[in-house]
């Protein structure tokens, strides 16, 4: 069921989607940009006023998004192309069924969420899970909230998913502007009026961003009335409404949503293990500051996304060669000016408690240059083929990436996670990738040249859709071609952490 991209003159009509990419684009950037500067004076708070120790474990407890990006299961991602394919998403039934079944399927995983950190905290398995980066004074408590409220929120998410359908996604990317100016006003209060809140910073920030979600959930209530409003009511029903087909072909999504965190997120947790305190600052400070550059990076490389798409549904051969060079290039500049002006970030933003090594600063600069490069050939590989082909070398990325990780932490300390995710990047991600896009352009061009199908199209007809009805050919769609676009609003909300490149959940 693919939809022309194409004129009357059967031309593509690219402008209008490059401005509605280039304006959220740009969006996030002016976001990123006030988010940046004001989280490096929140740091330099916290710092300075309840200690390293809690600076790291705050950033420890922020990973817990990074670390189960797959608690949606990649449901959420349906509401999307139901949204972006209806002629009237105020009335459209298929529309409403689709909410319904991404609430249901959310509120069951917010639920166990809820549970899991209840249990965990009753049982005191924090500190085995965490390491020694939780503090002995509340930190438990602190991390089992942390995880509660990143449950309850889980359902509210439907609505960031429901302006990304409607072409609102510069809506979306700009609510997050709350979250930085939140923290600051909630710090700072706590610091002026001497509230001992240092075990409990993470809490904040996830009250903070809970806020992205609820502001978006009633600007979508508003642009869809009324139908959130009936799906909510039809959500218990579960017998005489049924929603529609949940999982379809979204399972190469899902492996990925799974492995990647694993992969690439766990390298606060293996300092907190193996190293210190010490060393997970300086991580989380380095994180912090790259972090800037890779949302910058992330922000250009997403607008690829539809310029890609638009060329398999118009039958065109659009190469990411070009793209791949630049946005490498441009990603070890920044990457580059960044690391020469850190040291004086970093002596402003810890007031010299925290010092960044050379390991770190090249270690950071490496991983942008690859994590930029990535972009291009993974917004390229956004067919069905092209992500099950990711899954085997994501899968296999795991073990190699906390392998080295856990080698070069031994070696060269905090810098090590960075080392590692690094090579992983290259060897598993970067290196297969462009073999298949390499293979896939040329069998592309050959197609194009004898006159015969391109696979924007095949692949939507070829999947084992036929045979079933209007709605369930519409839920498998769904599934396949918005994963990537739940990807990219899982890359948008990214803080203070290093960016996953296309392939990855967020």
């Given amino acids: 069921m693919s939809r022309s991209t194409t004129g009357s003159a059967g031309r593509p009509r690219r402008g209008g989607a490059m401005a509605a990419v280039g304006s959220t684009a740009a969006t996030k950037v002016i976001v990123m940009g006030l988010s940046g500067v004001l989280g490096i004076i929140t740091s330099r708070m916290i710092i300075q006023n309840f200690g390293t120790d809690a600076y790291a474990q705050y950033g420890l407890l922020s990973t817990f998004p990074t670390l189960l990006p797959f608690a949606d299961l990649g449901i959420a991602a349906i509401v999307i192309n139901a949204v972006a394919g209806s002629s009237s998403v105020r009335t459209d039934d298929f529309v409403k069924r689709s909410i319904v079944t991404a609430f249901r399927v959310l509120l069951v995983s917010g639920g166990i969420m ?10 005191g398995w924090w500190p085995v899970l965490l390491g020694e980066g939780l503090l002995p004074d509340g930190g438990s408590l602190a991390a089992g909230l942390c995880l509660a409220v990143f449950g309850l929120v889980i359902p509210l998410t439907v609505g960031q998913r ?7 996604t510069s809506t979306q990317v700009a609510s997050q502007a709350v979250v930085a100016p939140f923290m600051l006003l909630a710090i700072g209060s706590a610091v002026m009026f ?3 809140v240092g075990s409990y910073l993470a809490v904040i920030s996830y009250v903070a961003n809970s806020l992205v979600s609820v502001i978006c959930l009633i600007v979508a209530a508003r642009a869809l009335s009324p139908q959130i409003g009936s799906a909510v009511k039809l959500v218990p029903r579960v017998r005489s409404y049924r929603g529609v087909p949940a999982l379809g072909l979204a399972w190469p999504m899902l492996v990925q949503m799974i492995a990647l965190p694993v992969a690439m997120q766990t390298g606060r ?4 293990h193996l190293a210190g305190p010490d060393e997970l600052a300086q991580y989380n400070l380095a994180s912090q500051l790259f972090g800037i550059v890779l949302q910058t990076v992330a922000a250009a490389g997403i607008a690829l996304w539809p310029v890609y798409a638009a060329a398999r549904s118009a039958g065109r051969v659009e190469s990411p060669t070009v793209p791949t060079l630049w946005f490498l290039l441009g990603g070890l500049v920044l990457g580059t000016a960044l690391a020469v002006l850190s040291p004086f ?15 770190m600063l090249v270690g950071f600069v490496v991983f942008v240059g690859l994590q930029a490069a990535k972009y291009p050939v993974g917004m390229y590989m956004t067919d069905k083929t092209g992500l099950v082909f990711q899954v085997l070398p994501i899968v296999l990325m795991v073990p190699l990436n906390l392998g080295l990780s856990w080698w070069f932490i031994g070696q060269v300390g905090a810098a090590g996670p960075v080392l590692g995710s690094a090579i992983s990047v290259a060897l598993c991600q970067l290196v297969p990738n462009l073999w298949y896009v390499s293979r896939d352009l040329g069998r592309r061009r050959a197609e194009a040249a004898a006159g015969g199908p391109d696979d924007g199209t095949r692949h939507d007809t070829d999947d084992g859709t036929v045979g079933l ?13 918005q994963a990537i ?7 948008q909300g990214t803080d203070d952490r290093p960016g996953d490149g296309p392939g990855e959940a967020r």
Avoid: Y
């Avoid at 809820?114 to 049982?123: E, N, P």
């Avoid at 009805?469 to 071609?481: C, I, L, S, W």
């Avoid at 676009?485 to 890359?491: F, G, H, I, N």
């Fill in 269 to 272: 947790l293996l300092l907190s």
């Fill in 162 to 168: 429901i302006l990304v359908g409607l072409k609102k």
């Fill in 345 to 359: 970030l970093a002596r402003f933003v810890s007031g010299g408690a925290i010092t960044l090594d050379g390991w």
């Fill in 469 to 481: 009805d209007v709605d369930e050919q519409r839920g498998d769609e769904t599934a396949t071609d």
């Fill in 114 to 123: 809820v549970a899991v950190a209840l249990l965990i905290t009753l049982a």
């Fill in 194 to 196: 001497s509230v001992p």
């Fill in 485 to 491: 676009v739940e990807r990219a609003a899982a890359e």
